[in-house]
């Protein structure tokens, strides 16, 4: 992402904060926990990274299964929502992934962020580096598309439409990670008429 595309991303984020959740797309994408959890093996003696985290649509559900959630975000407009949602067990990272990060992690999970990340061996490679050994990998994006699910992509912060699950897969494969699969795992309904499916990768560091 360019020095320009981060900025009229930020401005972005900071005007869609106020009203995210109550977007047509984001309350479709609540529901996606109840399709990817089951996939897991969660238990209360974990720490999960939740990468893009937002105004908390995987945190807060996670965090009711885990012993402790980081809600890891760029956006200080996001995670304030988040915040104000005042859950004992979710702590908010406002920071870069590629700044390094302090803890190990049980489990990575992420939900429609990666496509806003221009080089992703290198974010594959930080989830890997900050995961214990045979820690937990679950990504969900968009499959390849023409660029019209977000329109205003620039203005977004898009640079990926989408990805080909496969050549997602061989890139976590390079960098270490293992036990990896991946399916469709749900499809948006978008006022464009259109349908747009979305794929979960799974694996283990």
């Given at each position: 992402?360019?020095?320009?595309?981060?900025?009229?991303?930020?401005?972005?984020?900071?005007?869609?904060?106020?009203?995210?959740?109550?977007?047509?797309?984001?309350?479709?994408?609540?529901?996606?926990?109840?399709?990817?959890?089951?996939?897991?093996?969660?238990?209360?003696?974990?720490?999960?990274l939740?990468?893009?985290?937002g105004?908390?649509?995987?945190?807060?559900?996670?965090?009711?299964?885990?012993?402790?959630v980081?809600?890891?975000?760029?956006?200080?407009?996001?995670?304030?929502?988040?915040?104000?949602?005042?859950?004992?067990?979710?702590?908010?990272?406002?920071?870069?992934?590629?700044?390094?990060?302090?803890?190990?992690?049980?489990?990575?999970?992420?939900?429609?962020?990666?496509?806003?990340?221009?080089?992703?061996?290198?974010?594959l490679?930080?989830?890997?580096?900050c995961?214990?050994?045979?820690?937990?990998?679950?990504?969900?994006?968009?499959?390849?598309?023409d660029?019209?699910?977000?329109?205003?992509?620039?203005?977004?912060?898009?640079v990926?439409?989408?990805?080909?699950?496969?050549?997602?897969?061989?890139i976590?494969?390079?960098?270490?990670?293992?036990?990896?699969?991946?399916?469709?795992?749900?499809?948006?309904?978008?006022?464009?008429?259109?349908?747009?499916?979305?794929?979960?990768?799974?694996?283990?560091?």
């Open positions: 992402m360019t020095d320009k595309t981060a900025t009229l991303a930020d401005a972005h984020f900071v005007r869609a904060a106020e009203r995210f959740e109550h977007s047509p797309i984001s309350q479709q994408l609540a529901a996606l926990t109840d399709q990817v959890f089951p996939l897991l093996s969660l238990s209360k003696a974990q720490h999960w939740d990468f893009g985290a105004t908390g649509a995987v945190s807060v559900p996670l965090a009711a299964q885990v012993q402790q980081t809600a890891l975000d760029t956006s200080a407009a996001m995670l304030s929502k988040l915040i104000d949602k005042n859950i004992a067990n979710i702590a908010t990272l406002e920071q870069d992934i590629f700044c390094g990060l302090h803890d190990v992690y049980d489990g990575v999970i992420s939900s429609m962020a990666l496509h806003h990340v221009a080089d992703i061996e290198k974010l490679t930080c989830m890997h580096q995961l214990h050994q045979g820690g937990q990998l679950a990504l969900v994006d968009l499959y390849q598309e660029g019209s699910f977000h329109g205003d992509n620039a203005g977004k912060g898009v990926h439409f989408g990805f080909a699950p496969q050549q997602l897969l061989e976590a494969q390079r960098v270490g990670f293992k036990d990896l699969s991946y399916r469709e795992i749900f499809n948006i309904e978008h006022k464009n008429g259109r349908r747009y499916p979305l794929f979960v990768l799974l694996g283990r560091a």
